[in-house]
């Protein structure tokens, strides 16, 4: 049975730094991703990375404060979140894949805010 457990959130002031865990048991995925969502709000996309291409990607709006990655060993995917913002305030999920534009396993989210 395969399970994405997230953990890592938390309540924070705006320029504090959180790294958000994404556990996965089951399998292995070529793509993982994290998405938010927040009050009254669509889910984006925030970030994701490949294993066969070794490319990651970011939303616009995270780029040069959050970094992804993932630890093959463990087999958890991370995302170190820097200089945080009111707006990052969200729940975020860990999701997994074949590639990054299909993902195919969800986790469960984990709230995530910051204060101004």
């Known amino acids: 049975q395969v399970q994405l457990v997230a953990s890592g959130g938390g309540l924070v002031q705006a320029g504090d730094s959180l790294r958000l865990s994404c556990a996965v048991s089951?399998?292995?995925?070529?793509?993982m991703a994290w998405f938010r969502q927040a009050p009254g709000k669509e889910r984006e996309f925030v970030a994701a990375t490949s294993w066969t291409s070794g490319s990651t990607n970011y939303a616009d709006s995270v780029k040069g404060r959050f970094t992804i990655s993932r630890d093959g060993a463990k087999n958890t995917l991370y995302l170190q979140m820097n200089s945080l913002k009111p707006e990052d305030t969200a729940v975020y999920s860990c999701a997994a894949g074949p590639n990054i534009a299909t993902m195919t396993y969800w986790g469960q989210g984990t709230q995530v805010t910051v204060s101004s």
């Open positions: 089951g399998r292995t995925f070529n793509a």
